[in-house]
């Protein structure tokens, strides 16, 4: 008895972390192919080398990311909100990114949604949002997002 009360516990602590989100910074969206890619262009520049490269190969996601539950720090940038409430956004990870040009590449911006709204930041504040990602491309006259995430949750960044 005492051995399947043990078994038991152990499972259930394993489902409790399994809910927890993956924390994300801004370079883990990237594909290690593509920071190699970066890696050899900066060094062929510092040696005076040209290197001959095409832009498609930059701004791919990662596949392994899809579906996975993340939180990730990042600015908005509001798409369909009222007052008080964001219900889309883009989430960027330096604020002004979309406002100038060129904006940044696709897998460093996060088209979200919220389906029942969320409080609206201020623009210029860093905030975590979490939900799920998904490795899905979108359109927006603002830019090409590489990512999705349907998010359950909005809150300010603390170190």
Not at 99 to 117: C, R, S, T
Request: glycine fraction near 6%.
């Amino acid at each position: 008895m005492q051995r399947l009360i043990f078994i038991l516990l152990c499972c259930l602590s394993f489902t409790v972390n399994a809910s927890e989100p993956l924390n994300l910074q801004w370079q883990d969206l990237i594909p290690q192919s593509e920071k190699d890619l970066y890696e050899k262009i900066g060094l062929a520049q510092l040696n005076g080398e040209e290197i001959d490269f095409n832009e498609s190969q930059f701004g791919q996601t990662r596949a392994e990311l899809n579906g996975s539950q993340v939180r990730i720090p990042g600015f908005v940038i509001p798409l369909q909100s009222n007052a008080n409430t964001v219900t889309e956004l883009l989430l960027v990870p330096f604020y002004g990114a979309c406002l100038h040009v060129p904006a940044p590449e696709p897998n460093q911006i996060i088209y979200v949604k919220f389906a029942q709204g969320a409080p609206l930041p201020e623009m210029w504040e860093v905030v975590y949002v979490q939900g799920q990602l998904k490795t899905q491309s979108n359109s927006h006259e603002l830019a090409e997002t590489g990512y999705l995430m349907q998010a359950t949750k909005i809150e300010k960044y603390q170190e």
